[in-house]
């Protein structure tokens, strides 16, 4: 089993910066791929950035490509999300997820079994 606690959400101007962070505890870290998924009001909850259990595998969506960039840190068991040049289309609840896997990170939300809470983020425009 695996916890998530994500943290770091809250209101920013259009272009300022934000990190998330993401604490995972409860089993090995290491062999865990893990995502950072968005659900906007009324929308479905999207793909943001995934990494491998290793730090070597990443992916983006192509919405956060080159603003947003996703970081593991094993010591403290803990994955980040640093975005930059933050739009009013990035409001949302951002999730934290976790899957065991020795391969790729999944990139959809139903291959993910541990989810955190989520932290609300908004940007105004």
């Known amino acids: 089993q695996v916890q998530l606690v994500e943290s770091g959400g809250g209101l920013v101007q259009a272009g300022d910066s934000l990190r998330l962070s993401c604490v995972a505890s409860?089993?090995?870290?290491?062999?865990?791929?893990m995502g950072w998924f968005r659900q906007a009001p009324g929308k479905e909850r999207e793909f943001v950035a995934a990494?491998?259990?290793?730090?070597?595998?990443?992916y983006y969506a192509d919405s956060v490509k080159g603003r947003f960039t996703i970081s593991k840190e094993h010591s403290k068991n803990t994955v980040h999300l640093r975005m930059n040049s933050l739009k009013h289309e990035d409001t949302a609840v951002y999730y934290c997820?976790?899957?065991?896997?020795?391969?790729?990170?999944?990139?959809?939300?139903?291959?993910?079994?541990?989810w955190g809470q989520g932290t609300q983020v908004t940007v105004s425009s």
């Open positions: 990494i491998g259990w290793s730090g070597g595998m990443i």
């Open positions: 409860g089993h090995t870290f290491r062999n865990h791929a």
């Open positions: 997820a976790a899957e065991y896997t020795d391969y790729a990170p999944p990139l959809k939300a139903d291959e993910y079994h541990y």
